[in-house]
């Protein structure tokens, strides 16, 4: 049975940063083909996607935010960490960290952790 | 980055009727790569569909996917009283994107 779970601060002031930790069960980030990916989605708003690591330690970032975005894992723990730098409020959202498998179901993510939600105000 | 529009934006249906969500890519994208999700209030999302039509594990086979190119579709064929919530879209590709979300409603 896979399961995660994301924790971290619920509240953090403009211009710090954000660490959130995906803590996961069920698999492992050594298995070939397996990868975990980083979400978030603003209250009332889409999806956004931010970051991916896979199991070689292939990271991939969104674009817009790759300079601010650092992703790591360690494979021993069964946790991967995203360190997001200079929040600001429009950073406030749910946060959501998904597992990848591109053996079992192609570059869709299977499945998800409950979410933190993350307030950005000072 | 391949931009994906949804439309309608809002579908409002009844249960037992088909449903049809349309899921566009601004550029001709690999179908291998187009997966949809499910999502509802509070809750995470939850894959649906993989590769444009491969359902995935417990996806009931009143779901289906089709589509190629630029045009792809989400079809439920009856709908049931759970399957009222927003849908997504979502690019694999050098980066990943997701559409803004088709919201199925209750007429």
């Known amino acids: 049975q896979i399961t995660l779970k994301e924790s971290g601060p619920t509240l953090v002031k403009p211009t710090q940063t954000l660490t959130l930790t995906c803590t996961f069960s069920g698999f492992s980030l050594s298995t070939r083909q397996v990868g975990v990916g980083w979400f978030r989605q603003p209250p009332g708003k889409a999806l956004e996607w931010l970051a991916l690591i896979y199991w070689d330690d292939d990271k991939r970032y969104i674009p817009s935010l790759k300079s601010r975005l650092t992703i790591t894992k360690d494979t021993s723990k069964n946790q991967v960490v995203l360190t997001m730098t200079n929040m600001d409020p429009l950073d406030t959202a749910t946060y959501f960290c998904?597992?990848?498998?591109?053996?079992?179901?192609?570059?869709?993510?299977?499945?998800w952790g409950q979410g933190t939600l993350v307030t950005v105000s000072s | 980055e391949v931009v994906l529009t949804q439309s309608p934006g809002t579908l409002s249906l009844s249960p037992g009727e088909r449903a049809t969500l349309s899921c566009r890519a601004s550029?001709?994208?690999?179908?291998?790569?187009l997966t949809w999700y499910q999502q509802k209030p509070g809750q995470a999302p939850r894959l649906l569909m993989y590769?444009?039509?491969s359902r995935a594990t417990g996806v009931p086979d009143r779901f289906s996917g089709s589509g190629s190119e630029t045009d792809f579709t989400l079809t439920i064929s009856r709908l049931e009283p759970e399957d009222f919530a927003v849908y997504y879209c979502q690019h694999y590709g050098s980066s990943l994107t997701f559409g803004p979300g088709t919201t199925l409603d209750f007429k």
């Open positions: 998904a597992h990848t498998d591109l053996a079992m179901a192609g570059t869709g993510f299977q499945y």
């Open positions: 550029q001709s994208v690999d179908s291998s790569y």
């Open positions: 590769g444009a039509s």
